[in-house]
């Protein structure tokens, strides 16, 4: 069992373990496995083990989880109980007598019957909020494991670009070398002197550039990681030429899947809950139907303190109605159905946005595939050039400057070809996010 094997499972289990986590499954950590590269599979596994936003995310989870459950509990009858002094002042009878002082221990019941099912729809609508945030916690995982790995490919690029830059340096450096020699000799003159020193200088600033770039994405991985910045000098990373993804991009998404979006899933449980505060907005209209109860056990009366004769008993049970609320309910019946339209027009736009994403996605890899086969073919024919060229130069055919201009040609070529493969790649990370990690 390879080390990318075991930070899989030894995550897996962290993450069942944490009642906050998404369901690791639905998040198909597998599809960054298939790049081949066990750093990726690394900074996955670490950015769901440490990223603090997602660990924000799953106590959002759990405050919609516990309302959930706190609105289920006021569905339920409600039970109280209480010790007491009493102190009083009572007229004396000759046929009814009480102390004046004594201990009570009143027992309280209350419930409201739920006939019109309008606190089950508060509790139904209490599980669409919390459904919701589950969703949106997918879609914050899935958003944060397609930027890891974006960042990741893109310092393997950046680490490419500098090894080509830095040979560039080196041919204008010679290329410079070269030009002082002529100059002394009288065969060219200063400005191309100075254009030479310029292209050296031009070259070294693309140097610093890349370096600055490459060293803000690290930085910017090791937060994505949950790890500090002043670490990044442990960091350790692969070689884009050796990233491949191993499986298979379709041609085509289903519907099915487009519409099984976190985000999508979100904005419909957020639909499905403003359906209900509708309807319990119209059963806000009819009375509340109450039912009391209390038994009362006291020391004032003659008899033990438990003893029916000692105790007072009452129960209650009626309707209450609001008197000058219709214009208040009238409003908030309003408000109710406007937030309804709101979302649905809400949820109309997210569709529309997940087929366009999904669509333009595989509209982008198709063509970035077809632009890295031309850049490949070009660098396969410089290539070809170039090593014409070699054999020129021992053949003493062509001049020196002309073969490092071929060099140079071969190495804009290699550039081109390993940002259109970049490009690809994280075409394929956006893919993934696009259709909720079903890949």
Same mark, same amino acid.
């Given at each position: 069992m390879n080390i990318k094997k075991i930070i899989f499972i030894f995550t897996l289990l962290l993450l069942?373990?944490?009642?906050?986590?998404?369901?690791?499954?639905?998040?198909?950590?597998?599809?960054?496995?298939?790049?081949?590269?066990?750093?990726?599979?690394?900074y996955i596994q670490d950015a769901l083990s440490n990223n603090h936003d997602l660990k924000k995310a799953g106590h959002v989870v759990e405050q919609y989880?516990?309302?959930?459950?706190?609105?289920?509990?006021?569905?339920?009858?409600?039970?109280?109980?209480?010790?007491?002094?009493?102190?009083?002042?009572?007229?004396?009878l000759d046929t009814f007598q009480l102390k004046d002082?004594?201990?009570?221990?009143?027992?309280?019941?209350?419930?409201e019957a739920d006939f019109?099912?309008?606190?089950?729809?508060?509790?139904?609508?209490?599980?669409?909020?919390?459904?919701a945030a589950k969703y949106r916690e997918n879609a914050i995982y899935l958003a944060l494991l397609s930027d890891v790995a974006t960042v990741y490919?893109?310092?393997?690029q950046y680490d490419d670009?500098?090894?080509?830059?830095?040979?560039?340096?080196?041919?204008?450096?010679? @290329?410079?070398?070269?030009?002082?020699?002529? %100059?002394?000799? /009288? *065969?060219?003159? !200063?400005? =191309?002197l100075n254009n030479s020193q310029k292209a050296v200088k031009e070259a070294q600033s693309l140097i610093d550039t890349l370096n600055k770039e490459?060293?803000?994405?690290?930085?910017?991985?090791?937060?994505?990681?949950?790890?500090?910045?002043s670490n990044i000098s442990e960091m350790s990373f692969g070689k884009l030429e050796e990233i491949e993804y191993s499986g298979t991009i379709p041609d085509e998404i289903s519907s099915e899947v487009i519409f099984s979006r976190p985000d999508v899933k979100a904005v419909q449980a957020d639909l499905e809950k403003a359906k209900i505060d509708v309807r319990v907005a119209r059963k806000e209209f009819f009375p509340r139907?109450?039912? @009391?109860?209390?038994?009362?056990?006291?020391? %004032?009366?003659? /008899? *033990?303190?438990? !003893?029916? =004769?000692?105790?007072?008993?009452?129960?209650?049970?009626?309707?209450?109605?609001?008197?000058?609320?219709?214009?208040?309910?009238?409003?908030?019946?309003?408000?109710?159905?406007?937030?309804?339209?709101e979302l649905f027009e809400n949820y109309n736009q997210t569709n529309l946005n997940a087929v366009k994403e999904v669509n333009t996605a595989l509209c982008i890899i198709k063509h970035d595939k077809q632009i890295e086969d031309n850049t490949k073919s070009e660098l396969f024919y410089e290539e070809q050039n170039f090593n014409s060229a070699n054999k020129k130069l021992v053949q003493g055919i062509i001049s020196k400057p002309q073969y490092l201009s071929d060099e140079k040609r071969l190495i804009s070529s290699h550039n081109a070809y390993t940002k259109a493969k970049t490009q690809r790649l994280i075409n394929y990370f956006t893919l993934y996010k696009a259709v909720g990690g079903q890949l």
């Open positions: 069942t373990q944490n009642s906050f986590a998404a369901d690791i499954q639905e998040l198909n950590i597998d599809f960054f496995n298939r790049f081949n590269d066990e750093n990726l599979s690394c989880r516990q309302q959930a459950k706190y609105s289920l509990g006021r569905e339920l009858p409600s039970l109280s109980v209480s010790a007491n002094y009493l102190g009083i002042k009572v007229p004396e002082n004594a201990f009570i221990l009143p027992f309280a019941a209350s419930y019109l099912l309008k606190n089950r729809d508060k509790t139904r609508a209490a599980k669409k909020n919390y459904e490919i893109n310092i393997l670009l500098i090894k080509k830059q830095t040979e560039t340096l080196k041919i204008e450096q010679e @290329i410079l070398s070269r030009k002082n020699k002529m %100059l002394l000799r /009288g *065969t060219i003159s !200063s400005t =191309e490459r060293e803000t994405l690290i930085m910017q991985l090791a937060v994505l990681t949950g790890n500090s910045s139907f109450n039912i @009391i109860g209390v038994w009362v056990f006291n020391t %004032l009366a003659p /008899g *033990t303190f438990f !003893s029916w =004769e000692s105790s007072l008993a009452a129960i209650l049970a009626g309707a209450t109605q609001d008197i000058f609320k219709g214009g208040m309910k009238v409003a908030n019946l309003k408000m109710q159905k406007a937030k309804y339209e």
